[in-house]
């Protein structure tokens, strides 16, 4: 049986494990050498070179959950992005990037790509005209992310991968708010699926890391990149990582039906005036999100009414975390503006649709109706201090 073909659970916790054939351990031994022989090996080991035999094993469990033939792993989701971008372009080149991404993505470009001669371009939308609209001669990589941060807009993974293929570019993605448990972007014709690793690999808030899955001749390339630059990953963060994916389909499976849940309360809750999920009906993407992802995601977004101020709601919370990042087993919120997005700037937050009152919430595994008591509780004292006006 071909690995892809095993069921998830099953390549979460057996493909890709350091075999211990001293002491048969049931979990991977952890291998912490930064220094191997070179004469008489079949291959020759150090940690910029993602093979040590934690790194080596790793990668195979993350391209067989992406189903691609090879993955790489990095020090964080962004080492990973940048490296896969700076790989397959060049000064002369043009990338087309969507405009809802990740706002250290959004960074990078703004800030970095000019200084190599790259140019680039910002869609108006998601939709798949308006990438062709942006598409240029030397146009060679199109960049995407579905569901998208902070707004959860979803993008048509088959129509992307087709207009790549028409124009002879590559189509490279953000899969993290997905995960590979939810969405498998190869499936559908996509060249590139990077990963913050940090979020729903990890899991548990402890773990920064970054991967990228794809052909074996794309690994190539953006592993002669990736030893340039040298964002590899420790050896025991590797097996740290390891071990928090054995467990990532059944946390998902559970933040998936908190998150609809959530998102079902909070869309008939008369204090919330917007709901951002791709599993309501009323999202405007739902059924394409329905026709590519295999659960709609643990992540969602909302805004308060405006007599209802978002950080005063954040201090009331007494279960939920106000924090920075996203996809532990514990419930968490912030606010785009002021962390994730922060560095862009207010007029291209505003072009996003990214308000003041944005709240992103990560669904983490508690029970649900702990959650909702902690969201009314918060909400009433808001209430009950705000000044009449």
């Known amino acids: 049986m071909s690995l892809n073909k095993k069921g998830t659970n099953t390549v979460c916790t057996h493909v890709g494990e350091v075999e211990d054939t001293i002491y048969k351990g049931a979990v991977s031994p952890l291998y912490m050498s930064t220094s191997y022989a070179f ?6 080991r150090y940690p910029r070179y993602f093979n040590t035999p934690n790194q080596e094993a790793l990668c195979k469990k993350i391209a067989a959950l992406e189903h691609t033939e090879a993955a790489l792993i990095f020090g964080s989701g962004m080492a990973a992005i940048s490296t896969a971008l700076m790989t397959f372009l060049k000064a002369g080149d043009h990338v087309v990037l969507q405009q809802t991404i990740y706002g250290g993505t959004y960074n990078f470009a703004v800030s970095q790509l000019e200084k190599y001669g790259i140019s680039y371009s910002f869609t108006n939308g998601w939709k798949v005209d308006d990438f062709e609209k942006e598409i240029k001669p030397n146009t060679k990589v199109i960049y995407i992310e579905t569901p998208s941060n902070p707004l959860l807009t979803i993008t048509d993974l088959t129509g992307i991968a087709n207009l790549a293929k028409k124009h002879g570019i590559l189509s490279m993605i953000d899969n993290t708010f997905a995960s590979p448990i939810n969405q498998n972007p190869s499936d559908f014709g996509i060249d590139v699926v990077c990963h913050s690793a940090t979020k729903y690999m990890g899991g548990h808030s402890d773990i920064c890391a970054g991967a990228v899955a794809s052909s074996k001749l794309h690994i190539e390339k953006i592993f002669d990149t990736a030893i340039c630059f040298g964002g590899s990953l420790s050896d025991y963060t590797v097996w740290l990582l390891e071990r928090s994916i054995k467990t990532m389909g059944i946390r998902v499976k559970a933040q998936n039906e908190n998150a609809m849940k959530l998102a079902k309360y909070l869309d ?21 999100a329905k026709s590519q992802m295999k659960g709609f995601g643990g992540m969602l977004s909302f805004e308060l009414t405006s007599e209802i101020d978002a950080s005063q709601f954040f201090k009331e919370l007494r279960l939920i975390k106000p924090s920075m990042s996203l996809a532990g087993i514990e419930s968490t919120v912030l606010s785009p503006t002021k962390t994730s997005h922060a560095l862009m700037s207010a007029e291209d937050r505003k072009r996003q649709g990214i308000k003041n009152s944005l709240i992103r919430f990560s669904l983490g595994i508690e029970e649900i109706e702990d959650l909702i008591k902690d969201i009314e509780q918060a909400i009433a004292k808001v209430k009950s201090k705000a000044v009449p006006v």
């Open 39 to 44: 004469e008489d090996v079949d291959v020759k």
């Open 268 to 288: 008939s809750c008369g204090d919330v005036e917007n709901v951002y999920y791709p599993g309501l009906e009323s999202h405007p993407e739902h059924e394409l």
